[in-house]
């Protein structure tokens, strides 16, 4: 069963940085892609960042809003996906969820919650 843990959210101040970390458990593929969303208090749950892997090329995606500024990676041999955020917003406050996408069905994690203070 496959199970996802992030971890690494917290208060910081805005312009500040955090790394996120998501560590998946189970029977995982590594071409299956891993993605970071996030949801804000009253809004939807939003895609942050994507990354999916050909071959031994990564492709990530990114929403505009944090295009230059966030960086996701993975590391297949740990099952592992980060998400490094650079000069944090206050609109960045949400929490952060990881998300598998495998055999079409979508994995979750408990999320993670990242506070950025004006």
């Known amino acids: 069963q496959v199970q996802l843990v992030e971890s690494g959210g917290g208060l910081v101040q805005a312009g500040g940085s955090l790394r996120l970390s998501c560590a998946a458990s189970?029977?995982?593929?590594?071409?299956?892609?891993m993605a970071w969303y996030r949801q804000a208090p009253g809004n939807q749950r939003e895609l942050v960042a994507r990354?999916?892997?050909?071959?031994?090329?990564?492709?990530?995606d990114y929403a505009d809003s944090v295009k230059g500024r966030f960086t996701i990676s993975r590391v297949n041999t740990k099952n592992t996906v980060y998400l490094q955020m650079n000069s944090l917003k206050p609109e960045d406050t949400a929490v952060y969820y990881c998300n598998l996408n495998q055999n079409a069905m979508d994995y979750w994690g408990k999320g993670t919650l990242v506070t950025v203070s004006s």
């Open positions: 189970g029977s995982i593929f590594s071409t299956n892609a």
């Open positions: 990354i999916s892997s050909r071959g031994s090329t990564q492709f990530a």
